[in-house]
Nanobody, 114 residues
Framework: QVQLVESGGSLVQPGESLKLSCAAS????????MSWGRQAPGKERELVAR????????NLADSVKGRFTISRDNAKNAVYLQMNDLKPEDTAQYYC???????WGRGTQVTVSS
């Protein structure tokens, strides 16, 4: 069955960086576009980054463009989210998403606070 396990969330100060990882299993990862989404308390979940199956095409939400980078390693069945210049409004639970399976991982918490 499809499994997505996120890791790397932490408490950081504004301006710092963090890299999230998502380990995937149970499906043909190298053929599947992947995304990262986030959900802040009291808000709806939103997609912030998407990467094509080959990794050649990425899309970022305007709110994170220029600060976040999505990448993947198909040999390791992993997708990453590099987050730079973090802001308090980036505080949220971050989730990995397997597009074609409409499947979300359980998430990892990112808190940005001084």
């Amino acid at each position: 069955q499809v499994q997505l396990v996120e890791s790397g969330g932490s408490l950081v100060q504004p301006g710092e960086s963090l890299k999230l990882s998502c380990a995937a299993s149970g499906f043909l990862f190298s053929n599947t576009p992947m995304s990262w989404g986030r959900q802040a308390p009291g808000k709806e979940r939103e997609l912030v980054a998407r990467i094509s199956a080959s990794g050649g095409i990425t899309n970022l939400a305007d709110s994170v463009k220029g600060r976040f980078t999505i990448s993947r390693d198909n040999a390791k069945n992993a997708v990453y989210l590099q987050m730079n210049d973090l802001k308090p409004e980036d505080t949220a639970q971050y989730y990995c998403y397997a597009d074609w399976f409409f499947f979300w991982g359980r998430g990892t918490q990112v808190t940005v606070s001084s």
